[in-house]
T-cell receptor, first 114, second 111 residues
Framework: DQQVKQNSPSLSVQEGRISILNCDYT??????FLWYKKYPAEGPTFLIS?????DKNEDGRFTVFLNKSAKHLSLHIVPSQPGDSAVYFC?????????????FGKGTLLTVNP | DGGITQSPKYLFRKEGQNVTLSCEQN?????MYWYRQDPGQGLRLIYY???????QKGDIAEGYSVSREKKESFPLTVTSAQKNPTAFYLC??????????FGEGSRLTVL
């Protein structure tokens, strides 16, 4: 039973355009959400997070939106750059973000074409 | 530079052999974790430790063992009891509350 779903295995966008990566979750106890970015042959790195008390969090070119009623979050990258090409993992946690309770999605491979 | 070091990067094992993957961190983090990643899958937690000399099973602990004798080190042993050990293994550390920092991973292949 997949509690965190990233239904698009891959996404391709042109440089300079917006990239939108989506994530759905089923567990209503999740209240903290994160995005991690992973380049080939490297470990994932933390990108951005949001708690359930907010519906938007912004950090430079990266914005995460949370729609609690739809159990859906999305990561927007504007403008997209070729260096953003990577696998993006969505993760969710109940109870204030304990890492050992994190559930990861399968990831979405983003390719940004020059 | 502070970070997490995993070794070896690539490892081949014959069936029936135990292997140990090393993970060392110099970030002074209290918590350490081992994850497994299979193709097309999310990360799954094998074991975690929040303090020296204590560790807890994650979602897929069967066939694995760990130790936490030092704050900096959290080695993972893949035993012969693990039925499907070929995978990419990621070690991570964090403060007790805070984001995960990952190593570069170890790819284990069983021949």
């Amino acid at each position: 039973d997949q509690q965190v779903k990233q239904n698009s295995p891959s996404l391709s966008v042109q440089e300079g355009r917006i990239s939108i990566l989506n994530c759905d979750y089923t567990n209503s106890m999740f209240d903290y959400f994160l995005w991690y970015k992973k380049y080939p042959a490297e470990g994932p790195t933390f990108l951005i997070s949001i708690s359930s008390i907010k519906d938007k969090n912004e950090d430079g070119r990266f914005t995460v939106f949370l729609n609690k009623s739809a159990k859906h979050l999305s990561l927007h990258i504007v403008p997209s750059q070729p260096g953003d090409s990577a696998v993006y993992f969505c993760a969710a946690s109940p109870s204030g973000g304990s890492n050992y309770k994190l559930t990861f999605g399968k990831g979405t491979l983003l390719t940004v074409n020059p | 530079d502070g970070g997490i070091t995993q070794s070896p990067k690539y490892l081949f094992r014959k069936e029936g052999q135990n292997v140990t993957l090393s993970c060392e961190q110099n970030l002074n983090h209290d918590a350490m974790y081992w994850y497994r990643q299979d193709p097309g899958q999310g990360l799954r937690l094998i074991y975690y430790s929040q303090i020296v000399n204590d560790f807890q099973k994650g979602d897929i602990a069967e066939g694995y063992s760990v130790s936490r004798e030092k704050k900096e080190s959290f080695p993972l042993t893949v035993t012969s009891a693990q039925k499907n050990p070929t995978a990419f293994y990621l070690c991570a550390s964090s403060p007790l509350l805070g984001e995960l920092f990952f190593g570069e991973g170890s790819r284990l292949t069983v021949l």
